[in-house]
């Protein structure tokens, strides 16, 4: 996992993204830099992420770190992650008056999995359906469901990032690690 950009940050958010680099996330996981948003802190990195199981995308994310020396009296301190992640879902699931509890039970479970302790959690869990009519009738209904979450962590940011991982592939119907299991990476053979 690469963040970028980092080198004009201040040098207490640098600390904190020290070791982000070195982060081992599950392989059905890829993760690349995208701009931050330029109006909701002074300073902040950003991450595109997805899951995919043999080659079929199954969920998006996005993961924003922001950093106000200065702090934020909502945040209660002075970074704060921002997750977003979208996923298609069954439209029996979409009609279940449970899934926007258990879509937030995925980002909890994956905060208490990762030991990233939050403050300040709060979010959004919201399921849509489609109706496709004329031509685009064929592909019949869609539904996705979509987390927005915000949280101030407390400590490091590694535990936080490995969260959102899990909350991504929770998203994507992946089954969840068993506790005290560590991915292994997906090494190419040299020939």
């Keep these: 996992m690469q963040v970028t950009g980092v080198a004009d940050l ?81 439209i029996e699931m979409a009609a279940d008056p449970l899934l926007p509890a258990v879509g937030w039970s995925w980002l909890t479970d994956a905060l208490s999995g990762a030991g990233a302790e939050a403050t300040a959690i709060g979010g959004t869990v919201t399921r849509t359906t489609s109706e496709r009519f004329g031509a685009l009738a064929e592909t019949g209904p869609e539904a996705d469901v979509e987390i927005r979450a915000s949280w101030s962590p407390i400590g490091g940011l590694a535990p936080h990032v490995v969260a959102f991982g899990e909350l991504l592939c929770a998203a994507a119907g992946l089954p969840p690690l068993p506790p005290g299991v560590t991915p292994i990476p997906q090494r190419r053979r040299k020939r």
């Design 10 to 90: 201040p040098v207490t958010f640098q600390a904190a993204l020290a070791g982000l680099d070195q982060i081992e996330l599950r392989p059905e996981i890829t993760v690349a830099p995208m701009p931050p948003p330029q109006r909701l802190a002074p300073f902040a990195v950003a991450l595109l992420a997805t899951a995919a199981r043999d080659g079929e995308e199954l969920a998006e994310g996005r993961l924003v770190v922001l950093h106000d020396p200065d702090g934020q009296d909502v945040w209660a301190g002075d970074t704060r992650c921002v997750a977003y992640v979208q996923s298609a879902v069954d």
